[in-house]
Every structure is written in structure tokens, then in C-alpha cells.
């Protein structure tokens, strides 16, 4: 899955640098800045409110911030997996990228993106991703799943031979 109009957002100055590297890996990501802290292509007021709003709006999330301020905000929306966007914790110095949400929906695979570009590995946790390669219920450009339904099942077959 290719994820687009990626939200970098950064609420203390010492992750815009890496937002703006990530800004150059990722075509057509937007710096989001908290007002009167970071230069940005966008600036809100409101952290969570931020967050909240662009995860409503199906936003792809990579905050360069604290993984933590991730999940609180945005764990009262938390519902349909499957539709929620990808959202990701990347440390400000770039030193770690974290899938948190939608590993299998877009998170992986950018986190694989960002890590590179970065130079450090992506902390990927999903049992298919680590023993197989790749997620069945998000496989690579140009592969689509007959069966959505039955990749859960499939998978776990796989991880238990």
C-alpha cells in the first residue's frame, strides 16, 4: 500500500529537523507545527485536538514526538482497524520509527520507508511481517487479497508451521 498526504507532525523543535528530512523522503508530506514552537507548513494550537482531527480525516499520522502523546490522543477514537490510518511515533533525533496503529493498513510499510531514509531500523512487531516478510491483508503493489476475509486465519496457519 502507498501511503499519501502524510501529516509530520512536530510539537517541539528539536524534531523538525528530522520532520524535514522526512519531508524530502516522503513526497507530498506536510510539516505540522505547534504554534509559536516550530516552523511549519501548517501550525496548530491544539496538540490533541490536532491529532484527533487529522485521524478523523483518515490522515496518515508519523508524529515526531513521544509515542505516548500519540495514544492518549487519539485512543477515544480508536474503533475499526480497518479503517483507521497509519499511525506512527518517530523519536526527534530519528533515532527510532514505531508503527502504532494500522500496521497492516500502510504503517509498516511506511515505517520501513522512514526508517531508511533515516538510516536505522523500523520497530516492526507484527508476527507476519517479521516471520514472512510481508502482511497477506497488505501485500505489496500491484497484489490484491481474493480473500480479505481469510488472511487473518491464512497467517496463522503459516506462523504455526
Not at 50 to 72: K, S
Not at 121 to 140: M, N, R
Amino acid at each position: 500500500m502507498v501511503v499519501k498526504n502524510i501529516a509530520l507532525v512536530v510539537v517541539t523543535p528539536a524534531g523538525l529537523e528530522t520532520a524535514r528530512t522526512l519531508r524530502q523522503a516522503l513526497p507530498g508530506a506536510v510539516i505540522h507545527g505547534l504554534a509559536g514552537r516550530v516552523e511549519a507548513d501548517e501550525v496548530f494550537s491544539e496538540t490533541v485536538a490536532h491529532l484527533r482531527g487529522l485521524f478523523a480525516a483518515g490522515t496518515p499520522i508519523v508524529g515526531l514526538c513521544a509515542a505516548g502523546i500519540l495514544i492518549r490522543a487519539l485512543a477515544p477514537l480508536l474503533g475499526d482497524k480497518h479503517a483507521e490510518p497509519p499511525v506512527l511515533a518517530v523519536a526527534v533525533d530519528g533515532s527510532s520509527v514505531v508503527p502504532l496503529l494500522g500496521g497492516h493498513h500502510g504503517a509498516n510499510t511506511l515505517a520501513r520507508r522512514i526508517a531508511q531514509s533515516l538510516s536505522v531500523a523500523p520497530a516492526l512487531t507484527t508476527a507476519g511481517d517479521l516471520a514472512l516478510g510481508v502482511a497477506l491483508d497488505d501485500p505489496p503493489a500491484g497484489w490484491r487479497v481474493a480473500n480479505p476475509a481469510a488472511a487473518k486465519s491464512v497467517t496463522a496457519a503459516l506462523l504455526a508451521e
